[in-house]
């Protein structure tokens, strides 16, 4: 509760900051002192149980631990992106504080979507996560890539929420409870009525679409390829992450009942996301492209905590989203930094900014899953949870040879930083500061933390 009123209030903050404010740095430490506010109060829900502000939401917002931690995952995750990304996002406008302030306004989404009890809540949710990001992708109004990214994530993002309400109708239709809260909904005994089971189908295409899942993924390479990538980097991570947590918290209280009815269809979705992802992935040339379709290919992982749905899967979902953030926030950081984004733009980097390649490495190494990184412990947990399922463990071996191809296209990058040499005749200013190449080392270092001690994480999910 703490962390969504005041989300909401500073980004109500920043946007007056942006009218009186005209130096560019300004909202840059603005932004960060809230954030760390909002942590502290988000800190003290978890820690107490008991929000600062006591409003009545009439149930249709709940919060525990394990989505409290979820929430204070996703807030330090982007409290690294600002200290991180700051200064560039400063150079995509001349609107700094207001693009702080969609941010803001998105985080508010986040803590929604992670706690809401009712339809009517996660509507509202998605809706407020999205707009803002429809802006920020066509905010270099220079960049017609950015400008095109922008229009067709709005045109997919309307008609994919138009089929999401068309769901939450059918399911108020025919639901005998009529109500909104998903708890309330009944199922039926048997076979689901039909009002209800096409309502979940048409929330489950929607759903896979703001997560991009296959085969409701054709948007993702296109709007994160254009859009500035500053903001790829947040889209890619806190925005996805949040997304799958409101998957998996909708289908658990709303469709738990009833899995077996459904659970088919999220294999097909997941296996075909992993294909797709990481196949794709392969014929890349740039760097950021082939980024946004291993994001994609990353999605197939994390759609079994809605395969497994059970409690190793949940705490996976955490751990992923996670490892998945900071690696990818770590990864866009570094290429933010290059002039040329495709695979030969690395070349040789290790020799010019040996920190760089090296915490590159690390996230790169994570995002594939080897061991003694965060994301192989966050593999490990979602395998580990689809085994104990008990069922279609050929999908576990498919993933398994899906993370064995990813580690061609991760390892490409790694081989031309170390391998390979630089083209000397091409200058490259290093806009590089000693507290930026601390950053990444505290992030890569988290990221090794959590590969060797999960539950450094995983124990507040119990709390």
Not at 49 to 62: C, N, S
Not at 391 to 405: D, E, F, G, P, S
Request: aromatic share 14%; charged share 10%; net charge neutral.
């Amino acid at each position: 509760m703490n962390a969504i009123i005041l989300t909401a209030i500073w980004g109500i903050v920043m946007m007056l900051a942006g009218a009186f404010i005209k130096n560019k740095s300004t909202p840059k430490y603005l932004a960060i002192g809230g954030l760390v506010l909002i942590i502290l109060a988000n800190g003290i829900e978890l820690n107490w149980q008991e929000p600062l502000f006591a409003i009545d939401v009439k149930d249709m917002l709940h919060t525990n631990s394990f989505n409290l931690t979820f929430i204070a995952v996703m807030l330090v995750c982007t409290l690294l992106y600002f200290l991180l990304n700051g200064r560039d996002i400063e150079k995509v406008g001349n609107h700094v504080a207001e693009y702080f302030a969609l941010i803001f306004f998105v985080l508010c989404g986040v803590a929604i979507v992670a706690t809401f009890n009712t339809l009517l809540m996660l509507f509202i949710g998605i809706e407020i996560i999205s707009i803002p990001l429809y802006i920020l992708t066509g905010s270099d109004k220079r960049n017609l890539k950015s400008n095109e990214a922008a229009l067709k994530y709005f045109l997919m993002g309307s008609f994919s929420t138009g089929i999401m309400l068309m769901g939450i109708a059918f399911i108020y239709g025919g639901n005998t409870s009529a109500s909104f809260f998903l708890d309330r909904i009944n199922m039926g005994a048997g076979t689901m009525p039909v009002m209800i089971a096409i309502g979940l189908v048409l929330l489950l295409i929607s759903m896979s679409f703001k997560v991009s899942a296959a085969p409701f993924h054709f948007w993702t390479p296109d709007v994160y390829d254009g859009a500035p990538t500053v903001f790829t980097s947040f889209m890619a991570t806190i925005v996805k992450a949040a997304g799958f947590f409101a998957f998996v918290r909708l289908f658990e209280n709303a469709f738990g009942t009833v899995q077996p009815q459904w659970q088919k269809l999220i294999v097909v979705i997941t296996a075909a996301t992993l294909l797709i992802g990481n196949l794709t992935a392969v014929f890349q040339q740039s760097v950021k492209r082939m980024l946004a379709y291993s994001s994609i290919a990353q999605a197939g992982f994390m759609l079994f905590a809605l395969f497994a749905l059970n409690e190793k899967a949940k705490e996976g979902l955490v751990l992923y989203a996670a490892a998945y953030s900071l690696a990818t926030i770590g990864i866009f950081a570094v290429l933010i930094k290059m002039n040329d984004y495709t695979i030969d733009g690395f070349n040789g980097l290790a020799k010019k900014q040996p920190i760089l390649a090296l915490t590159a490495t690390i996230f790169l190494l994570s995002l594939t899953g080897i061991p003694l990184t965060a994301g192989f412990q966050a593999k490990f947990y979602m395998l580990l949870a689809a085994v104990s399922n008990g069922h279609q463990i050929w999908l576990v071996i498919l993933a398994v040879l899906c993370a064995a191809i990813s580690a061609y296209y991760y390892f490409r990058v790694i081989q031309a930083m170390y391998f390979k040499d630089g083209n000397e005749t091409v200058e490259q200013e290093w806009d590089v500061t000693p507290a930026f190449k601390a950053l990444l080392v505290i992030t890569a270092g988290l990221i090794i933390a959590l590969g060797i001690y999960p539950n450094l994480l995983l124990d507040w999910l119990h709390y």
